[in-house]
């Protein structure tokens, strides 16, 4: 058998005084007619997070727990009652979180997160215009860019001209650049042999230091012929006519020239640097070198399709070259040709009459109209036996695929400066060559072309 509790003093316990006392205040209210007194209220029940929320009732608050004083009893009996309702009614207390990561977002938090967007974009654009200036991972070029600075350029015009042939990346730039190194006044006319995407300092360094004196400049023009070329080129020892009938660098053949009698049409135009005293078979190698470069990177397979050979694609550039004034006719020139070949209509072009006569400036005579040689294209039908000259790049490209027209006629336009009115139909042709006629009559025989 276990030990029971411990005696309590009085012999009783205080369930006992307990019961005792409520008979005793169930009797006088018998007597007296009183109500019974309500029983104490049950202890509190403790809150959900572990604490006693009469203890934290009757902790002192923050002064008090500083100056060890205690909290006046009205308050803590104010806050006993109040924490005895809401437990009495199932009320509990929750923790709630400090911040709300919601709020956190749209406050200074997420302010802090614009500025450092932003701040990162911009140290991006300083990264990327200063690469586009400088150029610290910039090559050394590649390819060979030949370009002549002429006399008076300024620097947007050599700029403007450095973009266009690929030398550099952007002229805006490139002028910067000259301008921050105190370069923009130092830099010399002449040709120049140049690279394709050279760093700005190496171009600027080359054109600075100028042409050196030991050398010799010989600039052919797009479409001459060899005849015209031979007089420029005079400062070069050798006769160049003897020198372009034939040559080791080309072969005509591998052209599809098998009855070519010379070099005509292979001779690319361009600016080229010799050394003094050079022979002019020098010049003659690197033209056909720069022809040949040029030429392999021209698609045929439009000219294929429709049984145009490489030299007859060379032929057809040669006539453009010399009829095109205006860059962008070229393609609509080379659509007359193709369209007139393709319907069996005469060609009728006036440089390949001035080719045969060597007549390229003064109006053409009748009897050089009606000349027979087989280059004459207003007696024969058909394509010439060969080019009339050399082209450029622009107009070989033009042959090989022309715009898609039905033009078959085109006429020099009054006050156009060189261009061309087109026509599909022969009225149409008649109307422009009779406006253009009268137009010339009117000016006394001079061109009407510019007005």
Known sequence: MSAGPPPVPGGRSPEEREAARRERAARRAARTGSPLPEPPPEPAPAAVDGRDWLAEAERPTAPHEADGAQPAPEVAETGRRRLRRRAAAGVTRARVPRTDPA??????????????????????????????????????????????????????????????????????????????????????????????????????????????????VVTIPEGRSRSEVAPLVKRLDGNYVRATRRHPALDPRDYDARGATSLEGFLFPATYELKKGQRVKRLVREQLEAFKRSFDKVDLSYARRRNLTAYDVLTIASLVEREAAVAKERPLIASVIYNRLKNDIRLDIDATTRFVTGNWTEPLKVSELENPDPYNTRVHYGLPPGPIGSPGLSSIKAAARPADTDYLFYVVAVCGKGKHRFAETNAEFERYVAEYNQAREERGGRSPTNC
Do not use: H
Not at 113 to 130: D, E, R, S, Y
Not at 132 to 156: I, K, N, S, Y
């Open 103 to 216: 709020l956190e977002l749209s406050g200074p938090r997420w302010g802090r997160i614009v500025a450092l967007g932003v701040l990162l974009l911009i140290l991006a654009g300083v990264a990327w215009f200063a690469n586009a200036l400088f150029q610290p991972f910039a090559g050394d070029g590649e390819g060979t860019v030949r370009v002549t600075v002429p006399q008076g350029a300024t620097l947007g015009d050599i700029a403007e001209m450095l973009e266009k042939e690929g030398v550099i990346d952007s002229a805006s730039f490139f002028e910067l650049r000259a301008r921050l190194s105190g370069r923009d006044g130092d830099l010399r006319p002449g040709p120049y042999e140049l690279r394709e995407d050279m760093p700005y300092t190496d171009v600027l360094d080359r054109l600075e230091e100028g042409v050196p004196p030991n050398v010799v």
